[in-house]
Structure formats: C-alpha cells, structure tokens
C-alpha cells in the first residue's frame, strides 16, 4: 500500500457540478492534512489544511477528515475551468515532520 | 511578505557535472524542505533541514546533499550529474512544526544532457 494513495485520475467533471477528490493514507496517527492545486508547469499551491475530524470549509472549497477510515477529501462546489489543475493531498505521516505527496489527481473542468 | 524565492529557474547540464541550486525561504521560517518532481514519480521527498540542522532525509543516493545557512537561507547539490536527475526541483519552507504547512518555491527545472 503506497503511503498515500490518490486515484490519479483524469477526473472529469462539468462546469457548475462538484467535483469529489479523494486520499488514503497510511499511518493512523497522522493529525495533519492538506491539499494542494499544481498547474501544469506551475508549482504547488496551498488550498485547505484540516486536522480535526469533520468539514472544513472555504468558499467553494470543502476538505473532509475521517481519521478512523484514514480518509481525507476535497469537494469543489461550482465547478469553473480555473479549477482545472491536478490536486495533491499531503500529510505529515508519522508525525516526522515532513509532508508525505500522492501522486495528484489531475482534475478537467468541461465547459 | 515575499514569497519563497528559488535561483535559477532553468539550468542545463552535461552527466558528469555538479549542480547547486538555491532557496531563500519566507522571512520567518526556519524549515526548508527540498522535493524532486518528475512525472513519473510525482513529488519525492529529497531533505528537510531546520535551524541549520538536516531533520529528515528521503531515499535518495549520497550524490545529493543540502546546507542550511544561519539566515535559514538553503542550498542543494547535485553531483555527479545522471540522465535520470532531470527534474523539477522544489523548495518549500515552513515555520517548521507537523502542522504548518509547505509553501513552495518556483522550483528550478534541470535538464541533464
């Protein structure tokens, strides 16, 4: 099992519609989350951090952690074409310090 | 407040040779982590250093090394150049505890011929 896992995609979704990432991890004492959007030849940018249980949400953003299933996501309401980039879930596995990447979801917004 | 600043931004080189590159972090953090991306591999975890100190390293061959300055100023080295280092290099600083998040650099794109 990688240590975290995202589906790499492509993930395809219609303007206007919600777009659903989604990221397992290994460790179950891990407390931090986050989640990152790379345009392509652009580096990483921070968009949600969350470490408790539950939604956290910003603007059309929605990060969800359930650390008993070692799950965490990201919802896009109103999905717009800017969204279009790949997206990166990192967490801080065992508590070492350093942010472990998925390999990214490269996401499409269809107009 | 400036953001992470990574020099230079391309670089070229021939297998055989050594490379340095450079991060200067965000006034205020003390932690730099360094990161190689290819596509293939996505994000790999190459060091991390904080107050001067290396803290984490990833797996990566002992032709890759870093510093930190007392100005938490970076730098990372490259030698022995392989066809196989050709990569987004990425530095990110942060204010160094689990949960503060990485805020990256531009990166600097090596391309070994």
């Known amino acids: 099992q990688k240590e975290v896992e995202q589906n790499s995609g492509p993930l395809s979704v219609p303007e206007g519609a919600i777009a659903s990432l989604n990221c397992t991890y290994s460790?179950?004492?891990?407390?931090?989350f986050f989640w990152y959007r790379q345009y392509s030849g652009k580096s990483p940018e921070l968009i949600m951090s969350?470490?408790?249980?539950g939604d956290k949400e910003d603007g059309r953003f929605t990060a969800q952690l359930n650390k008993a299933s070692q799950y965490v996501s990201l919802l896009i309401r109103d999905s717009q074409p800017s969204d279009s980039a790949t997206y990166l879930c990192?967490?801080?596995?065992?508590?070492?310090?350093?942010?472990?990447f998925g390999t990214g979801t490269r996401l499409t917004i269809i107009p | 407040k400036a953001g992470v600043t990574q020099t230079p931004r391309y670089l070229i080189k021939t297998r055989g040779q050594q490379v340095t590159l450079s991060c200067s972090p965000i006034?205020?953090?003390?932690?730099v982590s360094w990161y190689q991306q290819t596509p293939g591999q996505g994000l790999q975890f190459l060091f991390e250093?904080?107050?001067?100190?290396?803290?984490n390293k990833g797996n990566f061959p002992g032709r890759f090394s870093g510093r930190q300055f007392s100005n938490s100023r970076s730098e990372m080295n490259v030698s022995t150049l392989e066809l196989g280092d050709s990569a987004l290099y990425l530095c990110?600083?942060?204010f160094g505890r689990g949960e503060s998040p990485l805020h990256f650099g531009n990166g600097t794109r090596l391309t070994v011929t």
């Open positions: 990110a600083s942060s």
């Open positions: 250093y904080f107050s001067e100190t290396q803290r």
């Open positions: 969350i470490y408790s249980n």
């Open positions: 006034s205020g953090h003390r932690s």
């Open positions: 460790d179950r004492g891990s407390q931090s």
């Open positions: 990192a967490v801080d596995l065992f508590g070492n310090e350093k942010l472990t």
